[in-house]
């Protein structure tokens, strides 16, 4: 898997752009909401903890921390593609990268407030999802979240997306309820999910209305969490 991100190191975000061009939107709605629901998460389900550790895993060339870096006190970035990483690194001086092999992360249990997986999982081999959720359990401090971000395949217009970019040819669509198979098998408890990106706008009322309809699957994501 890091040899195919090591060829989109430096057209990552055009190659997304490319896929997401019949919607109309930025490539920068679709991440501006990821950060915001990264914001409600820790509002929510870390409300005691103030600038938490993040690791995000699986997190390619950084596009997301320029969005985040206020919200933690250490922000780390780790991936399968040394190239990708470089690349980070270059954007981002500020934040914390390594290059992985994709099975063990390079950091001690417990060592963060929170780990995320931002459309990652559906690129990972299937058998490899127990240990991926895992690896990311086991640097969580206890009481710390896990996180992850998927596809909805039940929104035709992901799938279209889906079909459309060059990286995910091989990608497998995870519903919510087998994400929280695997988080409820890695050991994590209060699992929950809700979806999101319902509405083609960042307006207040829009994200408001959204909030409304969260636990209906028409969104184009969803985002699931479990306690360690």
């Avoid at 995000?56 to 780790?78: I, N, S, Y």
């Avoid at 359990?137 to 206890?142: F, T």
Wanted: proline share 6%.
């Amino acid at each position: 898997m890091g040899e195919l991100f090591d060829a989109y190191d430096e057209n990552f975000g055009e190659v997304v752009q490319s896929s997401i061009d019949f919607s109309g939107l930025p490539h920068s709605f679709f991440t501006t909401a990821k950060a915001d629901a990264l914001r409600d998460l820790i509002a929510t389900r870390l409300p005691g903890v103030h600038h938490p550790h993040l690791l995000d895993v699986g997190c390619g060339v950084g596009e997301l921390h320029p969005l985040v870096r206020g919200m933690f006190g250490r922000l780390c970035g780790a991936d399968v593609s040394a190239a990708s990483v470089a690349r980070a690194r270059g954007r981002n001086p500020d934040v914390e990268y390594r290059a992985y092999d994709g099975e063990t992360l390079p950091y001690d249990r417990a060592t963060f407030d929170l780990s995320i997986a931002i459309c990652v999982l559906h690129h990972v081999p299937t058998r490899q999802w127990p240990v991926f959720v895992r690896e990311m359990r086991r640097v969580v401090r206890p009481g710390g979240l896990v996180c992850l971000i998927e596809h909805n395949p039940f929104n035709p217009l992901t799938r279209l997306a889906v079909a459309r970019c060059e990286f995910d040819r091989d990608a497998v669509l995870l519903r919510a309820g087998r994400t929280r198979a695997l988080m409820a098998d890695a050991g994590l408890r209060d699992i929950a999910s809700h979806y999101f990106l319902m509405m083609p706008s960042a307006a207040p009322l829009a994200r408001r209305v959204e909030r409304g309809f969260r636990r209906l699957p028409v969104g184009a994501q969803y985002l699931a969490s479990g306690i360690v």
